[in-house]
């Protein structure tokens, strides 16, 4: 079996695994979302969705982030991994889209990139949700660690496995790839787990500790 056999194997059996699929990250608006993913970099998605429950309250439009106070944005995410860097995109971010974009999120992937704290996963993440654009897959630490356990990639940095799993998949399958792997990995597969009941440990081709049942 080749690495696009496989591929679209574990594609098949995922899609069986979870019909429906979609960020579990809370928000209403699209620069909600943005600053979601932001946020969520280093930090789980729960610890997130805690955090954004109520910095959504305090913050309610693009204006309130760009003209916040630096030190007082830091104070409502001090509880999240990197959270005086994470203000500072947020706040600039809101800045630059005020101020560029008028208020609108950007519809590319070059512009979304270039905005501070926004790298190939959010804009991938944030093109598929809020316009429904697919230029590439969002490849977060759970694709990264399936990707590399099933075989899918041998590669480590995020760029370089998007490019092997756009190869593998069909585009359509792209933009929900990311949030099925993401749930798989959650409910069957997380970080050091021994594949006792992974239904797709049979593709692993990795050195693992994998325990037979």
Not at 72 to 83: H, P, R, S, T
Not at 84 to 113: C, H
Request: proline share 4%; with cysteine.
């Amino acid at each position: 079996m080749d690495a696009q056999q496989k591929a679209l194997k574990i594609l098949m059996t995922l899609k069986d695994l979870f019909p429906t699929s979609k960020t579990i990250l809370n928000y209403v608006t699209p620069f909600e979302l943005l600053v979601a993913v932001i946020l969520s970099a280093r930090n789980t998605d729960k610890k997130v969705n805690e955090i954004t429950s109520k910095l959504f309250k305090k913050y309610k439009t693009i204006k309130d982030y760009a003209n916040a106070d630096l030190n007082e944005l830091e104070k409502d995410l001090n509880k999240l991994g990197l959270f005086r860097q994470k203000a500072k995109f947020i706040k600039n971010t809101a800045k630059i889209i005020d101020e560029k974009y008028g208020g609108q999120i950007p519809k590319t992937m070059t512009e979304l990139i270039e905005l501070p704290g926004v790298g190939r996963k959010t804009a991938n993440i944030i093109l598929g949700n809020i316009y429904g654009i697919v230029e590439g897959i969002a490849v977060d630490t759970h694709v990264t660690r399936l990707a590399r356990l099933f075989g899918l990639t041998n590669n480590k940095t995020p760029e370089k496995i998007e490019q092997d799993l756009m190869k593998l998949l069909p585009k359509e399958e792209w933009f929900n790839f990311t949030n099925r792997m993401i749930a798989y990995g959650r409910a069957y597969c997380p970080a050091h787990c021994k594949h006792q009941n992974c239904p797709l440990k049979f593709y692993i081709t990795i050195k693992t500790t994998l325990h037979t049942l």
